[in-house]
């Protein structure tokens, strides 16, 4: 699995683009094209939402995974995923065996005005993440719509937005 960060931000700030993917996943959900994430209840809540946000990391993971050769997935940038819903950070190293779980990124800089030195980082909301596994909408309707973005030099854009697509398209073939 993808390391999964345990990152403390300052004054809860996440990412600042996690507000408009929020807007447009709610818009997804009142137009019936991606289903809400349902919340939790009881004592362990948090602790239940967390566990299914990494889960859903997980089929990330592997959906990359399938789709990629070895070599392909070293190419790939280090890059983070946060998913919005309760600020779940994953980070993704690629290694001969696949994403590194065991890796301990660093804070993503989330604030850097120099392009080159912006941490390359998906935002997504879980529920719109479940949306594109299932095959609900493809990855320009994502990107395009808001439900993901990408916050990246642009080398590491260009990668990025490939790797979804060729995930994607493993699916259809």
């Known amino acids: 699995m993808c390391a999964v960060c345990e990152f403390k931000i300052d004054f809860g700030v996440s990412h600042p683009s996690a507000l408009a993917v929020a807007v447009a996943a709610r818009k997804a959900i009142e137009s019936g094209l991606i289903a809400p994430i349902e919340a939790a209840q009881g004592a362990l809540s948090a602790a239940r939402m967390r566990m299914a946000s990494v889960e859903t990391l997980n089929l990330l993971q592997a959906r990359i995974e399938d789709a990629h050769s070895e070599d392909a997935l070293l190419t790939l940038p280090d890059f983070y995923v946060l998913l919005i819903e ?26 850097a005005t120099d392009e080159a030195k912006r941490s390359p980082i998906l935002i997504m909301s879980e529920a719109a993440l479940h949306g594109w596994l299932e095959g609900k909408f493809d990855t320009l309707a994502a990107l395009r719509d808001s439900l993901f973005m990408i916050d990246a030099p642009e080398a590491a854009t260009a990668a990025l937005k490939q790797m979804l697509a060729t995930a994607e398209a493993s699916v259809v073939a």
């Open 86 to 111: 309760n600020d779940t950070w994953g980070f993704f190293h690629a290694t001969m065996a696949g994403f590194d779980p065991d890796i301990v990124p660093e804070i993503p800089d989330v604030a």
